[in-house]
């Protein structure tokens, strides 16, 4: 059967990635066919008020894996409409990790000082589906001087665990869990009772514990011992945007969306649609090209997947990138030197 893989370009700088990313797909030889689904998007939802439609939704089911550019318009609240676009997704298909490996692609990509602390090659598994954003909470009195807003915690037993199984079984050296047990108690205490159940299940693989303020300032002086870091929605959300910065910036990080239970895929770079560049041809499209890697081996081609990694190293080493990354090139031609690379004999 052919592979069929749902695309979302979306808005801004997210089709401008995507095509690039495409190409490299393309490239790989795969067997795999595309449904562009390119009514999802801001324009769409100004018109009709719905940014993702139940058929939308069918045509993504019945796709092996979807690639996503990024959602996002200047014109819109980031509420209604982003979080409509990205969480129904997420909730809808029960994508409940989020896999963000930061590994530096150069030397020079890196912010740290010390050369001997730059090699990050990391990944955070953050939990998709719960926690902060899990959606439970309201208000009142709202706009008066009492007013109060509760936004609810959520931790399951079922959500922690097998987000927690997961993380032990992309470990390569480690798994570090990342928490505020000492000040979010209850939650803390539950991750650490499935925690504890997890590292009993896997007495082999090496674990740590840090909370989240200690790990951001190990991982800000020195990423280098860091493996698998495994952590709730919102820390996951923002140790992944240090661990980005660690390896070059928001235009080199890419991500998945699992349902390792189900084999539901959502691939997509961590970027957003970058209203200020968009239209201008600069933006960084390894970001994407790198979520397409992690689609190859999704579907089990990893040879192709290290190849396309390999591509993106090489064309960082020769200076074939955008601004963001100091270079001199635009998407269009950064994409073609990865193809370049990647049909090297
Ligand atoms: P952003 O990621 O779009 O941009 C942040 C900064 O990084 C900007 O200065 C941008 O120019 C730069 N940047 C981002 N990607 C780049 C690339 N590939 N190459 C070069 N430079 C790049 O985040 P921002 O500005 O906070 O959000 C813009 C819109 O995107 C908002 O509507 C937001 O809600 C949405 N968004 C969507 C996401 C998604 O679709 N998964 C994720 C994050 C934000
Ligand atoms: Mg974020």
Do not use: M
């Amino acid at each position: 059967a052919v592979t069929t893989i749902a695309v979302i370009p979306g808005d801004g700088i997210g089709p401008e990635v995507i095509e690039p990313a495409l190409d490299v797909l393309d490239a790989l030889g795969l067997g795999t066919r595309t449904d562009i689904l390119d009514h999802v998007n801001a324009d769409t939802y100004l018109r009709t008020g719905e940014a993702l439609t139940g058929s939308d939704l069918d045509r993504i089911r019945s796709s092996e894996a979807a690639l996503l550019g990024a959602v996002g318009d200047p014109r819109l609240g980031d509420t209604s409409y982003v979080r409509g676009v990205l969480t129904t997704l997420r909730l809808e298909l029960d994508l409940y990790v989020n896999y963000r490996p930061a590994r530096l692609w150069h030397d020079r990509l890196s912010p740290l000082r010390d050369p001997a602390r730059r090699a990050i090659d990391c990944v955070i598994v953050r939990e998709n589906t719960e926690g902060l954003y899990s959606g439970i909470g309201g208000g009142a009195r709202t706009g008066t001087p009492e007013e109060i807003a509760v936004d609810v915690d959520l931790s399951t037993r079922h959500g922690v665990s097998r987000v927690l199984e997961f993380a032990f079984s992309a470990a390569r050296r480690s798994v570090c869990l990342v928490d505020k047990a000492n000040a979010v108690r209850n939650g803390g205490q539950l991750w650490q009772r499935c925690w504890g159940e997890a590292v009993a299940r896997h007495p082999h693989i090496a674990t740590s514990h840090l909370y989240v303020d200690t790990a951001a300032l190990r991982l800000a002086t020195d990423p280098t011992g860091f493996d698998v870091i495994v952590t709730n929605n919102s820390y996951g959300d923002i140790l992944s945007d240090l661990t980005a910065a660690l390896a070059g910036g928001l235009g080199v990080a890419a991500s998945a969306n699992l349902n390792p239970v189900t084999g539901r895929a959502l691939f997509e770079p961590v970027h957003g649609s970058a209203p200020d560049i968009a239209g201008s041809g600069t933006a960084n499209p390894f970001g994407a090209i790198l979520s397409v890697a992690l689609l190859a081996e999704h579907l089990g081609r990893n040879e192709e997947a290290d190849a396309v990694r390999r591509a993106v190293a090489a064309a960082v080493a020769a200076g074939r990138v955008t601004p963001d990354l100091g270079g001199p090139l635009g998407t269009k031609e950064v994409g073609a030197a990865v193809l370049a690379e990647l049909r090297r004999p």
